[in-house]
Every structure is written in structure tokens, then in C-alpha cells.
């Protein structure tokens, strides 16, 4: 069984920032695409950044590009979100997401493997 655990989660102020992991364990595992998606309360979890194992491709949603930069290490199957000059919008529970899909899904409907969240706050 696959499992992808966050930890860096906490409470930050405005501007200031955080360094999000996610490790992968369990079977021979090497994920083609990893993500991290988020939830705000009383919002439906949405998509933040994702990267392409193979092609090194990675995408961000509008609202984060420019400051938060995803990057894996791939010896040791853990993946990152670097979060730089972070928002008071930017409060939301962190998931990492798994996908050996083509291309670079976005939804969370095609990721099979998730981790079970870590909280971020970021403080006005």
C-alpha cells in the first residue's frame, strides 16, 4: 500500500513563509506526476501545483505562481512545496497528491493516492 505522508504545516504571518514535504512509502512506488492541492473552510479543495517526474514539467495555479515553487527529491521519494510571501488566502489545509496519469491532471478525481493534510495559517 502507498502512503504519502506532509508534515511543515503551521502558522505563519503575512510575507513570511513555509517549506511543505510529503514523503512516499510503501510498494515500489515512483509517482509520475505529484501535486499539492489545498482546502480552504467551507471551500471545495482545489489544485496548487503540480510536477511532471519524466519531463520536469511543472504547473501553478494563477493565484501562487511567482511564489511557491514545487520541487521533488527523487532519491528519496519526497516531494516539496516551497511557499514564499504567503497570503492570509492562502490559509487552507495542504494535501499532497500521487498520479501515474498522462500529462499533468488538475483534478482531484485523477490522483489516487493523497496524504491526510496539514494545516497551513498564515496570520494578517
Known amino acids: 500500500q502507498v502512503q504519502l505522508v506532509e508534515s511543515g504545516g503551521g502558522l505563519v504571518q503575512a510575507g513570511g513563509a513555509l517549506r511543505l514535504s510529503c514523503t512516499a512509502s510503501?510498494?515500489?512506488?515512483?509517482?509520475?506526476?505529484m501535486a499539492w492541492f489545498r482546502q480552504a473552510p467551507g471551500k471545495e479543495r482545489e489544485f496548487v501545483a503540480a510536477?511532471?517526474?519524466?519531463?520536469?514539467?511543472?504547473i501553478y495555479v494563477d493565484s501562487v505562481k511567482g511564489r511557491f515553487t514545487i520541487s521533488r527529491d527523487k532519491t528519496k521519494n519526497t516531494f516539496f512545496l516551497q511557499m514564499n510571501t504567503v497570503k492570509p488566502e492562502d490559509t487552507a489545509v495542504y494535501y499532497c497528491?500521487?498520479?501515474?496519469?498522462?500529462?499533468?491532471?488538475?483534478?482531484?478525481?485523477?490522483?489516487?493516492?493523497w496524504g491526510q493534510g496539514t494545516q497551513v495559517t498564515v496570520s494578517s
Open positions: 497528491a500521487a498520479s501515474d496519469l498522462l500529462g499533468i491532471p488538475t483534478t482531484t478525481g485523477e490522483y489516487a493516492f
Open positions: 510503501g510498494r515500489a512506488f515512483s509517482p509520475v506526476v
Open positions: 510536477d511532471r517526474k519524466s519531463s520536469g514539467r511543472t
